[in-house]
Nanobody, 124 residues
Framework: QVQLVESGGGLVQAGGSLRLSCAAS????????FGWFRQAPGKEREFVAR????????YYADSVKGRFTISRDNAKNTVYLQMNSLKPEDTAVYYC?????????????????WGKGTLVTVSS
């Protein structure tokens, strides 16, 4: 059992930065991959980034590569998403996710655990 709580969303201007946090509670984190998805109004939920708890291997969607960085703090049981050079098209509710094994970017329905989401709004 894993519970996830996101924080850090808000309103920023284009070109600005935000850092999202995902506080995880539970156990056996080493068998999970953690990640971030986002969902804009009228659009399907899409993959953003993932990180393995053990080893820290990362992977990013092409749309955020070079701008976003996913990381983890094992001591705090927290996953972060540092978002730089934000664009209006980044506006969405961002969801933290955890899955046993690898997160498949095209299969959000395969996620085992979801946070409730945090809203990021980027103004033009």
């Amino acid at each position: 059992q894993v519970q996830l709580v996101e924080s850090g969303g808000g309103l920023v201007q284009a070109g600005g930065s935000l850092r999202l946090s995902c506080a995880a509670s539970g156990r056996t984190f080493s068998v999970y991959t953690f990640g971030w998805f986002r969902q804009a109004p009228g659009k399907e939920r899409e993959f953003v980034a993932r990180i393995s708890w053990s080893g820290g291997s990362t992977y990013y969607a092409d749309s955020v590569k070079g701008r976003f960085t996913i990381s983890r703090d094992n001591a705090k049981n927290t996953v972060y998403l540092q978002m730089n050079s934000l664009k209006p098209e980044d506006t969405a509710v961002y969801y933290c996710a955890a899955q046993i094994g690898v997160i498949v970017p095209t299969r959000p329905n395969g996620i085992d655990y979801w946070g409730k989401g945090t809203l990021v709004t980027v103004s033009s």
